[in-house]
């Protein structure tokens, strides 16, 4: 009897032991709202932590930095500066956008503009002597350029200039017999009705308007256009922007109906599927000058010296047999000042005289065609061609060249024979030509250029490459 009641205390203890928390604790961590607690018996240990308050925000409620929770709601932006073009709306207290930038009138009127610079793009335009017809063509922008500075005005602190040429290339049919017209816009792409009303023309031809940028309005922002018919059917157009730096609203657009357009109009009541506009990259960075390719890119190298009888070929008058000529070139000379020339201060005068002198057999046999000769740029000779023209009394062929970064439009150059020595005399037929070639104090691009006048037919850079011609740099 006493060993079963043993046995039964020993298993009661047993239970006992093995029941409560008298086993070791394992203890969870007190929280911001419950106290340290076991895991396993649930007993409790001190207090709750209590919440750590991070302060209500613009964005977002009063909230527990160490558990989330949220208290309350938050407080809302405060005051916002004012949306423009560029930027949003921004808290004034926070500094976060709140809304979007105002949306630009392009995007508004749901005018499309393209930025690929060398892509021939298709529209068509009227024709200019006969308007009942149409012609299709191409219209391509190229030679991109950012400069600090330009000739024809001053460029204020904090503006930038950028330059770009338009081609507008009709080849059809009634382009050739009819020419065609197609006029170009300068726009804003933020705010057309703004460009337009401060848009104002000065006597030199320069404009003058207002953008608006990071919600600065910037009141001298100026524009300028050089324009040549390079033939019936080829125009060739420069646009010049001097806008703040940085700015990407420009821009430049063709093939819109102009005959519609009335006072009080803006581009969007005008623009069509047909229309064409360009939109010119943001106005930073580096210095760009994308010009054509210069005589020394080309290989050619330039080494003709004053009073030095140079071989020349030439065309007797037959038109097949050719002659053997010697050219010298003599009396370079370089001034600011010419008696008899129009001066233009910042630009100097240049001149060179070449001296023909046929006398071979052929040349006596056959008679002689007078000297083919050219004159070229060094740097950029596409430049000059395309922005050649008459002056108004058509006594200089003016054109532009760009030296250390700046479009100098204001070059000239004119060739004078002397004709008092066109003859044959002892057996020689000699021809006399003066040079001259108004361009930037200090350029050294004006060329010279003797040419087989049977090769009329080819390029300049072939004519250049030809082993045959003569150049002459009046550098």
Known sequence: MKKKFSYGMMMALSCVLLTGCHLKHEWLEATCTE???????????????????????????????????????????????????????VCTVCGETAGEPLTADFEKWALTCHTDFDTPYTYEAPCYYD?????????????????????????????????????????????????????ICNEDYYNITGHDDSFVTDDDNIDTYAVSFNGKDYTECHSYIQSSYLSYEKRWIRFYFCVPEGYDGTVVGVGYNDDAWEDGMHIYDVANDNTVFFRLPAASGEPVNNAAKSLAELGITIDTEENTAYDYIGLCSDDTAKTLASLTFSDYRITENEETLENIDGYEWRSVHATVVFSDENAQMFGVYYPASRFIDFYNDALKINSLHNNDDKTLRLYTVNYNGTDYVKCAFFSQDNWDTVQWKDNTYTVETDFYFRVPIGYDGAVVCFYDRSLIELTTEELLMNESSVLFRLD
């Open 35 to 89: 106290p340290k607690t076991c895991t396993v018996g649930g007993e409790t240990e001190g207090e709750a932590l209590g919440h750590t308050w991070a302060e209500a925000t613009c964005a977002l409620p009063k909230t527990c930095s160490v558990c989330g929770e949220t208290e309350g709601e938050p407080l809302g932006h405060g005051a916002l500066t004012e949306a423009n073009y560029q930027q949003a709306p």
């Open 131 to 183: 308007e009942s017809l149409v012609t299709t063509g191409t219209v391509t922008f190229t030679d991109y350029m950012l400069t600090d500075r330009f000739e024809l005005f001053d460029v204020p602190e904090g503006y930038v200039v950028q330059a770009i040429t338009i081609i507008q290339d009709f080849t059809d049919e009634n382009a050739q017999n009819y020419s065609f017209r197609s006029p």
